[in-house]
């Protein structure tokens, strides 16, 4: 999750990380620039505005930020479930 202008809150998955900002994108977006085809370039946001969500239905409309988990890169997935839908999405985007 990503806290954009005006404290909005975004669900979004990192697509690289730079010195000081993570580029995050949208599902549709990831799978096309994962692909190799044109897609809408990554959006960078500063380290301390990325947020870890362990679940995918975790609710965005008033995120409590100070309880959430900064991001890390060098933090894996913890959610089974995050995992096994990443994989079954990639299924069906090569079948």
Not at 77 to 95: D, E, I, N, Q, Y
């Given at each position: 999750?990503?806290?954009?202008?005006?404290?909005?809150?975004?669900?979004?998955?990192?697509?690289?990380v730079?010195e000081?900002?993570?580029?995050v994108?949208?599902?549709?977006?990831f799978?096309k620039?994962a692909a190799?085809e044109?897609?809408?370039?990554?959006?960078?946001?500063?380290?301390?505005?990325?947020?870890?969500?362990?679940?995918?239905?975790?609710?965005?409309?008033?995120?409590?930020?100070?309880?959430?988990?900064?991001?890390s890169?060098?933090?894996k997935?913890?959610?089974?479930?995050?995992?096994?839908?990443?994989?079954?999405?990639?299924?069906?985007?090569?079948?």
């Open positions: 999750m990503v806290r954009a202008y005006g404290g909005k809150a975004l669900l979004r998955r990192v697509w690289d730079g000081r900002v993570v580029y994108t949208n599902d549709k977006e799978d620039l190799g044109p897609a809408v370039e990554p959006i960078g946001f500063p380290k301390e505005d990325v947020f870890c969500v362990s679940e995918p239905h975790f609710s965005v409309t008033n995120p409590e930020w100070s309880r959430l988990e900064m991001w890169a060098k933090k997935p913890t959610s089974k479930k995050l995992t096994a839908r990443k994989g079954s999405r990639a299924t069906r985007g090569t079948v």
